[in-house]
């Protein structure tokens, strides 16, 4: 933008006399140029045009007013190509396809693997728990790039240590139950304390959250909670561990409402809650390399989700998510 002066308002610059209009003109130049310059920084690159689908990079937040603290990894573009990732202890990857993934991560014991624990679908959202590693969280993206947010909740070195063994709303709030897995690993970790864990909008970081059912049986004293589900009868299931000094127990509880002390279960109750394998299929779901399964499904923003595991009997190799739209 140019700025042209007449001759009076030159001589008046020169001789001190500051013109009301130049400031104007001159503060309005600095606005634009400002703008522009921030504008260019808020462009987010596609992948390369040969590429169907877009995995964006979430660089610049929405507006401070309504932006959440949480920063977005990446938005995706989903189409008729899919779009894959493997999970890594530094968050998901992008992949070209499944068959990069084959021979990438040895076999161990699923306890101890990466992997998709548990989806949870609701109000156009995708909740995602990962084994030794945190949450993930879909949702459409309310930027000005359009396609869906995806948000890393990463739990660092402490969810590294342990094994996921529930998973609850309380309050709410999305719960993962962490406990320590000594069966196929030998290692000099403490029990989790705090066992349960949630996150919010505010942080990538996830945060401890009390549950009164479980923390009748305290770490400190040397209880571990291996198991939570929720049953088919309306009653939250878990079990209590104490396997180390003179006294080693098990308990089996229920409670129908998790801020409330459980009472024992049944054996044939606890084993009945137990969730019951189903296969994974969809036409829309690309195939598969050999040996690898496809292992939950869910639904955001017209898109299909669905989690990928590399299995041999009880070991997990590589694991990950496809997104393509349905």
Not at 145 to 166: C, D, N, R, S, V
Request: aromatic share 12%; glycine share 6%.
């Amino acid at each position: 933008m140019r700025v042209f002066l007449t001759e009076a308002q030159m001589r008046r610059v020169y001789t001190g006399e500051i013109n009301f209009f130049l400031i104007i003109m001159i503060f309005l130049c600095l606005i634009l140029s400002c703008a522009r310059s921030s504008n260019n920084d808020s462009v987010t690159e596609p992948l390369p045009e040969a590429l169907p689908l877009a995995v964006r990079q979430a660089r610049q937040p929405p507006d401070e007013e309504t932006r959440p603290s949480a920063r977005a990894a990446a938005i995706l573009q989903t189409g008729k190509n899919p779009l894959w990732f493997q999970l890594t202890e530094d968050g998901p990857k992008h992949i070209v396809s499944a068959q990069e993934a084959v021979n990438s991560a040895a076999l161990i014991p699923w306890p101890l693997a990466l992997h998709v624990y548990f989806i949870d679908e609701r109000d156009n959202e995708l909740i995602i728990v990962i084994n030794r590693d945190g949450f993930l969280k879909f949702a459409p993206n309310s930027g000005a790039t359009p396609g869906i947010a995806m948000y890393h909740f990463g739990g660092g070195e402490f969810w590294k240590q342990y094994t996921l063994g529930g998973f609850a709303y309380y309050q709410d709030k999305p719960a993962a139950l962490l406990y320590l897995d000594d069966i196929f690993l030998d290692t000099n970790a403490p029990l989790p304390s705090p066992r349960t864990w949630t996150f919010n909008m505010d942080s990538n970081t996830p945060f401890a959250l009390s549950i009164p059912a479980l923390e009748q049986f305290p770490a400190e004293e040397g209880w571990d909670i291996d198991t939570l589900r929720f049953g088919r009868d309306g009653y939250w299931y878990y079990r209590a561990v104490k396997r180390k000094g003179i006294n080693p127990q098990i308990q089996m509880l229920r409670v129908l409402d998790l801020s409330q002390t459980g009472n024992t279960a049944a054996l044939a109750d606890f084993q009945n809650s137990a969730p019951r394998k189903t296969e994974i299929s969809h036409p829309a779901l690309p195939d598969l390399p050999q040996g690898f399964v496809y292992t939950g499904i869910g639904r955001i923003n017209g898109s299909l989700f669905a989690s990928w595991e590399d299995q041999e009997e009880y070991s997990i190799g590589a694991s990950g998510f496809v997104l393509i739209k349905e």
